[in-house]
């Protein structure tokens, strides 16, 4: 009924879909898995039209389509359901549902409430929410709002001819297991009505609901599984598969830590309905990889100890000394530098150039009186530019016209450059291409040599099992199992999921 | 990319040809425009609003907005006559004790004004409107509604004494922005304002005390409008309630017209330089070339918004607010 042919995404510099060839049937449920980064986000956004495919086809009943926008392919059909829900909180849940589509209920440039209100509650019929549509969205629950949010996506079935597909974003992430069984409960009597894609990480659930799963890894499909044809075992194997690498994350450079210096102590760290009972330590020179899913409490450990959020119970102790009070500035006094994911948010400020971004948090120690030397942070910045092979054209480059790889250098080196020797890296190499991710796992090696412990969240487990010393995995906000990684002992890929999902 | 005449190129220059551009239309209208004297006259007159500029320009550089200027010029040059009347009523006798005092005031109220907007959470556009009327209010209160006159020959000669052509009080403004340009470029004060108005949450990040960023640029705001308040006593001889009025116009256009973004972290003092000289020039023009009174109000309003499409980068902004 839907397929896609063929279907291949290119950005610049990655190859996101390789020829991926994908069906679905007439009120089937297709599961989809694959890691981080397998190109199951692209392939969604390709389905509900927010990408173009750069080659392939499209076919619905055998027909090539093509989409324009996710609108465009609503009008065919096809429905998404965000994890990130896409409701406006401050409209009622009727407004919600027929967003963009109001002009049905107006009369003479009046809306008929009671009208709108009527065709809303037989949407809310169709998933079992007994609500008030008048309701304001913002005091639903989350489950709630979710169902709303597939009511909205079935206002289709009345708009459009032919099938509907719904794609279901993760939509059990935040959900209670009672809420779980229920959502499952509707999907599958829905499926009278429409077919439903299942994007998720939680591998039983998947197995549980689809009736096949495709699985991708490195932007193909590398094999589609009927219900109860594989083990969930099977599944991962498939879902990770390659050989590691050496070379490429410089394992050869690993040295074992100075387990006597420790930098680092968290014990017993909580903070409700992120994470609980968090105890870890880090020493100088250590690689401590902190894995799990999206979700799973890595960045609030990190945000944690980098005082950005201050924990319930617990104590984290940084060099000998106790934290009392939790500010970032707190903790870059003590020497934690923090490199986070969303780069262009948090990790330079476009429109100021390189020697501004790398002192930025270090004016002090380049200012007397509050008057700035800047003759000493342009000699420092053009040292690092050489030291770490930072492409710009001077100092006075605006850090926001350079490539991801090198903001990303001019980040590390802001702290580096500042003397921090207990650095948190979040997805450091997300965005950035092949070569730029060498340079950064050669930069993780430098600073181990040089005795900097080092709390990484990588962007695969691969990654994560090549740089780390040791790995520790979390779900749920809690710390399931700690991996000693030495070179030649490494946990594999499959040790580790084992404990994620 | 293009080499000289690159986008970004034409953006920062931009406002200065503007300014060019009005400057010839005007001589082209009435040559008598283009005299010493009258550019004289277009400097005095802005070189308080200058001030006003200069001290909303950090503010604006963080992304915030203090709209506080006239009542606080309305107050501290209310109480800079008061106080000068109380010290002697001349200069030398101790008059000058009240410049110090009042721009300690001015930084007192930018303070207060800061500690609002950043303690209690208040946008900083309330929060400093809301400080503007409390302001002109005590003004009124202070004076009964009268008028505070200062008389003194050696305080005037801020306006009387000329040097090449123009007043000292022109030179006083050239001044502080220089001290406007210093503590934006080479001050941590300064870096911070354009870290906080080019990324906050990255500011955060690097361990800046952001609040305390915040709070320091509304009081050196509040030092730079007691400034202005001197001048304009300078300029006038006299001050009342209504000595701040139009400030809040001709400064917040100014700063913008001379291409600082209102979301923050672009631009700087000499926008602000170019931006009053800007507003100003229009103002004079349009007297010089004889346009009716009752038209200028009307023509300004429709000038500047000519000069702000050809003068800023809209481009970059996605809403619009």
Redesign the interface.
């Known amino acids: 009924m839907y397929q896609l042919a063929h279907v291949d995404k290119k950005f610049p510099g990655v190859h996101a879909l390789k020829s991926v060839d994908f069906q679905i049937g007439r009120g089937e449920i297709v599961g989809l898995v694959g890691e981080n980064g397998a190109g199951k986000s692209t392939l969604m956004k390709v389905i509900y039209g927010a990408y173009q495919p750069d080659g392939g086809q499209i076919l619905i009943d055998g027909k090539t389509v093509r989409f324009a926008n996710p609108r465009a392919a609503m009008e065919q059909g096809i429905g998404m359901v965000f994890q990130e829900q896409s409701l406006i909180a401050n409209l009622t849940v009727m407004e919600n549902i027929f967003l963009g589509y109001e002009q049905q209920f107006v009369r003479f440039g009046v809306i008929n409430w009671k009208a709108m209100a009527a065709a809303a509650s037989a949407q809310l019929a169709k998933v079992k929410l007994e609500i008030d549509p008048a309701t304001i969205t913002s005091a639903l629950s989350f489950a709630q709002r979710q169902l709303v949010e597939l009511a909205k996506v079935l206002t289709l079935e009345e708009r459009v001819q032919g099938d509907l597909v719904i794609l279901l974003d993760e939509p059990t992430s935040v959900l209670a297991e009672d809420e779980v069984k229920l959502l499952f409960k509707l999907v599958r009597e829905l499926t009278a009505r429409a077919s439903f894609i299942f994007v998720s990480h939680r591998m039983d659930e998947v197995m549980e609901l689809s009736d096949r799963i495709y699985v991708m890894k490195d932007g193909a499909v590398v094999d589609v599984v009927a219900r109860g044809e594989k083990t969930v075992e099977q599944i991962q194997h498939k879902m990770v598969g390659r050989n590691v690498d050496k070379e490429y994350y410089r394992e050869q450079r690993q040295i074992p830590y100075d387990a006597g210096r420790e930098l680092l102590r968290m014990e017993g760290v909580s903070l409700p309905g992120r994470i609980s009972d968090i105890s870890l330590t880090l020493h100088a020179g250590e690689v401590l990889c902190l894995v799990g899913t999206e979700g799973s409490g890595r960045e609030a450990i990190l945000r944690t100890i980098?005082g950005?959020r201050t924990p319930l119970t617990g104590t984290v102790t940084i060099k000998g000394q106790e934290i009392t009070r939790f500010t970032?500035?707190n903790?870059?006094?003590r020497g934690v530098g923090?490199v986070?994911r969303e780069r262009k948010?948090?990790?330079?400020?476009?429109?100021?150039n390189v020697y501004?971004n790398m002192t930025?948090?270090q004016?002090?120690r380049h200012?007397r009186a509050?008057?700035?030397r800047?003759g000493g942070e342009r000699a420092l910045a053009r040292d690092w530019i050489s030291r770490l092979s930072i492409k710009a054209s001077s100092e006075l480059a605006d850090c926001g016209n350079l490539s991801g790889g090198n903001q990303q250098k001019v980040v590390l080196a802001?702290w580096r450059s500042g003397g921090s020797d207990i650095m948190l890296l979040d997805h450091p190499t997300r965005g950035l291409d092949i070569g730029a991710k060498e340079d950064v796992y050669d930069m993780i090696r430098d600073m181990s040599e040089a005795g900097v412990g080092i709390v990484l969240v990588a962007d695969t487990l691969e990654e994560a099992i090549g740089l780390s010393h040791s790995i520790i995995v979390v779900k749920d906000g809690a710390i399931q199992k700690r991996f000693d990684c030495q070179p030649g002992a490494k946990p594999s890929l499959y040790d580790l999921l084992h404990y994620m999902i | 990319m293009t080499g000289r005449f690159s986008r970004e190129a034409v953006i920062r220059w931009a406002p200065l040809l503007v300014l060019i551009a009005l400057v010839i239309l005007f001589t082209a209208i009435n040559p008598q425009f283009f005299s010493l004297r009258n550019f004289a006259r277009i400097t005095i007159s802005s070189a308080p609003a200058l001030m006003v500029a200069v001290g909303v320009t950090f503010i604006i550089l963080m992304g915030s907005i203090d709209l506080s200027m006239e009542g606080v010029i309305s107050l501290t040059a209310v109480l800079f006559c008061m106080a000068f009347v109380r010290f002697g009523g001349n200069l030398a006798a101790g008059g000058w004790l009240a410049m110090p005092l009042i721009l300690a005031l001015g930084a007192g109220i930018g303070f207060v004004n800061g500690l609002i907007h950043v303690r209690l959470r208040i946008p900083s556009f309330m929060a400093s409107l809301a400080m503007g009327f409390v302001g002109t209010g005590a003004a009124v209160l202070l004076t009964g509604g009268d008028i505070v006159k200062v008389d003194d020959d050696v305080f005037r000669g801020l306006l009387t004494y000329r040097v090449l052509g123009f007043p000292l009080m022109v030179y006083v403004a050239v001044v502080f922005l220089g001290l406007g340009w210093f503590l934006q470029t080479r001050t941590t004060l300064g870096r911070n304002f354009y870290a906080v108005g080019g990324g906050e949450d990255l500011a955060h990040a690097s361990g800046l005390n952001v609040r305390r960023v915040r709070i320091a640029g509304f009081t050196l705001a509040g030092v730079f409008y007691a400034v202005a308040a001197i001048l304009q006593v300078a300029k006038l001889g006299q001050a009342e309630s209504v000595t701040g009025a139009n400030f809040m116009f001709i400064s917040i256009t100014s700063v913008v017209v001379g291409g600082v973004a209102l979301w923050g972290g672009v631009g700087g003092v000499w926008n602000a330089l170019v931006g009053v000289l800007i507003v100003n020039t229009i103002n004079n023009g349009m007297v010089v070339i004889g346009l009716p009174d009752y038209v200028q109000d009307g023509m300004l309003g429709l000038l500047v918004i000519v000069a702000v499409v050809l003068s800023t980068d809209r481009r970059a902004a996605i809403v619009v607010k």
């Open positions: 980098y950005m970032p500035r903790a870059v006094e923090y986070p948010i948090e990790g330079i400020v476009a429109g100021m501004e930025l948090s004016m002090g200012s509050g008057v700035l800047i802001k």
